[in-house]
């Protein structure tokens, strides 16, 4: 049984994405960071700044198990990648990798006042492309299908998913 997983760096739109193309599957949503808040009573930011990201990726491993046991569109956070045994559960999935222009996911991060991110927060402009570039390849070597977001609009980039989804998963089928 394998999943729809986003997977890409911060501001990329696997949020946004994950619940209208769960929609249109007519199929659950789970946003890892929203499951996350929740379990861990706090926001992201007060969790790094209180505990540290290593216990923050330990949570964030530890719901990957759990949520990958069932069916479903999931939006991952865009560090959720980079612990080996979550690499190892990602490669039996359907990943897809929402990837963008490093100037405009900066941008996109920085406006976004409701929800702030611990990495954004501690690194300039020049780190967070350092770590996207880091990041990249790994991404990369995860994805069944790379979709550059940056100038696309939302239904475009579900329409390119669904088009592929019923290409190479008979699992998934579109009901719209
Ligand atoms: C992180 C991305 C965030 C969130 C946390 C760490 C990262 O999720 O999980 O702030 O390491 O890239 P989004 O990619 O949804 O912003």
């Not at 599957?25 to 861990?40: H, K, N, R, S, T």
Request: hydrophobic fraction near 40%; aromatic fraction near 6%; glycine fraction near 6%.
């Amino acid at each position: 049984m394998t999943s729809l997983v986003l997977i890409g760096f911060m501001g990329a739109g696997k949020t946004t994405i994950s619940k209208k193309l769960a929609a249109r599957l007519d199929q659950p949503v789970i946003d890892m960071d929203d499951y996350l808040v929740q379990q861990l009573g706090c926001s992201i930011e007060q969790y790094f700044a209180t505990f540290g990201e290593a216990a923050f990726r330990d949570h964030e491993t530890a719901l990957l198990k759990t949520i990958l046991q069932k069916k479903a569109v999931i939006a991952t956070g865009g560090g959720v990648v980079l612990q080996k045994e979550n690499q190892e559960l990602l490669k039996q999935q359907q990943v897809i990798y929402l990837k963008g222009e490093a100037d405009i996911l900066i941008e996109r991060i920085r406006q976004d006042q409701t929800n702030i991110r611990p990495l954004a927060l501690k690194n300039s402009d020049t780190k967070l492309r350092e770590i996207m570039w880091e990041r990249e390849k790994i991404y990369k070597s995860l994805a069944k299908i790379t979709i550059d977001t940056s100038k696309k609009l939302p239904d475009e980039i579900i329409t390119e998913i669904i088009k592929w989804v019923e290409n190479n998963d008979e699992n998934w089928v579109s009901r719209s």
